[in-house]
């Protein structure tokens, strides 16, 4: 099936750095969300994207959607500790109603 | 608030075992989703179903089968565990005419032995 490729794999950072991911795909993709999961938890949706070149705030989180529909990057200012755990992107298809595409994941950890 | 809840946190089964993982949600959501995760691989579309009754096969559905007998519970069924089997499964529910913004369930870590 159809994949996301979301880098970097891992991350680890200093408490009150900034940090950016993205995510890219071979194909367009009409929706981009990005999800954080918290460990032992289920993922929680952070950022919703809709329209290409989108760029949406959510506190310290700001996500872009690419102009090409391709791509999406997801940035945290500062970040504290609470903000380990994985971050996953996923994409709505344009020739799907029902599915999303998840991309691999992204771990925070933070440096001790 | 959304609240998605997963029968179990933590299960152990036997290879062969018939496995049944339920999932409620209490939002009156049409579109529930099976996943399961594993390191690396990101979450993995198992099935869906858009109304009861309903249910659309994933990307690996092999091995599986789900029951949507009533609206709220969607039920995944692990015919004959096996131990590639073992992960984590995610139920997910979404609002009426969207799959975006996805509701999960804390999930259940299924150890196959």
């Known amino acids: 099936g159809q994949q996301l490729n979301q880098s970097p794999q891992s991350m680890f950072i200093q408490e009150g750095e900034d940090v950016s991911m993205n995510c890219t795909s071979s194909?367009?993709?009409?929706?981009w969300l990005w999800y954080k999961q918290d460990p032992g938890e289920g993922p929680v949706l952070l950022i919703a994207?809709?329209?290409a070149g989108e760029l949406t705030s959510n506190g310290r989180l700001t996500a872009q959607f690419g102009i090409t529909r391709k791509d999406s990057f997801l940035n945290i200012s500062a970040s504290i500790p609470s903000d380990v755990g994985i971050y996953f992107c996923?994409?709505?298809?344009?020739?799907?109603?029902?599915?999303?595409?998840w991309g691999a994941g992204t771990k925070l950890i933070i440096k001790p | 608030d959304v609240k998605v809840t997963q029968s179990s946190r933590y299960l152990v089964k036997r290879t062969g075992e018939k496995v049944f993982l339920e999932c409620v949600q209490d939002?009156?959501?049409?579109?529930m989703f099976w996943y399961r995760q594993d390191p690396g691989l990101g979450l993995r579309l198992i099935y869906f179903?858009?109304?009861?009754?309903?249910?659309e096969k994933g990307d690996i559905p092999e091995g599986y089968s789900v029951s949507r007998e009533k609206k709220e519970r969607f039920s995944l069924i692990l015919e004959s565990a096996s131990t590639n089997q073992t992960s984590m499964y995610l139920c997910?529910?979404?609002?009426?005419?969207?799959?975006?913004?996805?509701?999960f369930g804390p999930g259940t870590r299924l150890t196959v032995l």
């Open positions: 996923a994409g709505q298809p344009y020739d799907s109603n029902y599915q999303l595409i």
């Open positions: 994207l809709y329209k």
């Open positions: 997910a529910s979404s609002y009426p005419g969207t799959v975006n913004e996805q509701f």
């Open positions: 179903s858009y109304d009861v009754k309903m249910k």
């Open positions: 194909s367009i993709f009409n929706t």
């Open positions: 939002m009156d959501h049409e579109n």
